[in-house]
């Protein structure tokens, strides 16, 4: 953490700040966001951002964090933002230079209250994303110029993990995934010196195949959320190293997991969240260039057998969710374009031992 005008480090960039950013304005027409009512019957409730914007100056409290690799500065008037993002990127390292994404958060002492507020819900007008769980807790981010403001409550920074994925990880990666690098619903590992992209659907048991094979040797990446680069011309997938999360059934596989506690996803999913530091023994990496792509399928007990896929056949899963201003949308993709040069395929399996096998071998032989 560093305290403004105390002198930032060589690799920090200047503290100077920036003409007023070109951010448009916004206004959202709303009857209510959750159980909360921001306007009655459709009259429009204005986000105040010229107050934010020309209040950067003020904000005291700053660092420098690597989320994926991508350098952010994160600004407040209270140390609990920076807190907070320390718990969610402090683990990261620089892999990427270029244009620092700016976060700024202001703590409203004024929007005290005991309830936390509803989770948030999220509208895009045109390069603006902007995320509301109440007037007193939102964000706005600007996808062209990669900058974010924000206002929470003093209850809402006591609750770090809801804060954490709403607002300060929710922001972070809706610029990364719209600027920087295309985001894959998927599981990533490294079997043998080739990268492996295990995709499939919540449930499809992308992080328990991925833990067990990391038991077995595999190294890990990332449990359910990879991201590629886009200003790249190679196959190179990022994620999260540093945690992996299981269903709470998890533990019917793994002993291990057994009586850790299940943590409440903000997404109203409970999950076992484990730092990967509690197994020393695993091996874990941060980036590997993918060579395989494979869709996991254990809806079919009765087969055990692994066969290609038509790239056309999945080009659908891969879009469905970008998000992204049209004109960033022919370079996220011509990214996915080039993922999909490696070889895609299918895995029908329900023997977790047999998959483990079969990806071991198709690592070592490429069919």
């Not at 990879?226 to 011309?233: A, K, L, N």
């Not at 057998?305 to 993709?333: C, G, K, Y």
């Amino acid at each position: 953490m560093m305290i403004r005008n105390e002198g930032a480090r060589d690799a920090e960039i200047s503290n100077e700040p920036r003409a007023l950013w070109p951010m448009e304005s916004l206004v959202i027409d709303t009857v209510k966001i959750d159980t909360v009512k921001l306007a009655a019957n459709h009259v429009a409730a204005g986000l105040p951002l010229r107050e934010y914007l020309n209040s950067r100056r003020k904000l005291r409290y700053e660092a420098m964090y690597f989320p994926l690799g991508y350098p952010v500065r994160v600004l407040s008037n209270s140390p609990r933002i920076l807190e907070a993002a320390e718990q969610s990127w402090g683990d990261f390292v620089p892999m990427f230079h270029g244009q620092p994404f700016e976060l700024l958060f202001n703590v409203d002492e004024g929007g005290a209250r005991e309830a936390l507020a509803p989770a948030p819900t999220h509208a895009v007008q045109g390069p603006l994303l902007v995320q509301v769980a109440d007037i007193d807790n939102f964000f706005i981010a600007d996808m062209k110029q990669g900058r974010a403001i924000g206002r929470v409550t003093p209850t809402t920074t006591g609750c770090s993990r809801y804060l954490r994925y709403h607002f300060l990880e929710g922001a972070v990666l809706s610029l990364i995934a719209t600027m920087r690098a295309v985001p894959v619903h998927a599981a990533c590992v490294r079997v043998n010196g080739k990268g492996v992209l295990l995709c499939g659907d919540s449930g499809e048991g992308k992080s328990t195949l991925a833990y067990a094979g990391a038991r077995a040797g595999w190294t890990y990446v990332t449990d359910d959320s990879t991201y590629i680069p886009m200003d790249r011309e190679d196959r190179l997938a990022i994620g999260n190293c540093n945690q992996i999360r299981f269903r709470p059934s998890g533990a019917t596989f793994f002993p291990e997991l057994a009586g850790r506690p299940i943590t409440p996803r903000a997404t109203g999913k409970p999950s076992i969240e484990v730092r990967t530091s509690a197994w020393p023994e695993m091996a874990t990496a941060n980036a590997t260039t993918i060579d395989h792509v494979v869709f996991l399928n254990r809806r079919h007990a009765d087969m055990h057998e692994l066969v290609p896929v038509r790239n056309s056949a999945v080009w659908p899963w891969f879009t469905q969710h970008l998000l992204s201003p049209p004109e960033t949308r022919p370079a996220q993709e011509a990214t996915l374009s080039r993922l999909l040069t490696a070889g895609v395929f299918e895995i029908r399996y329900s023997d977790l031992g047999w998959a483990i096998d079969r990806i071991n071998q198709l690592a070592e032989k490429g069919n």
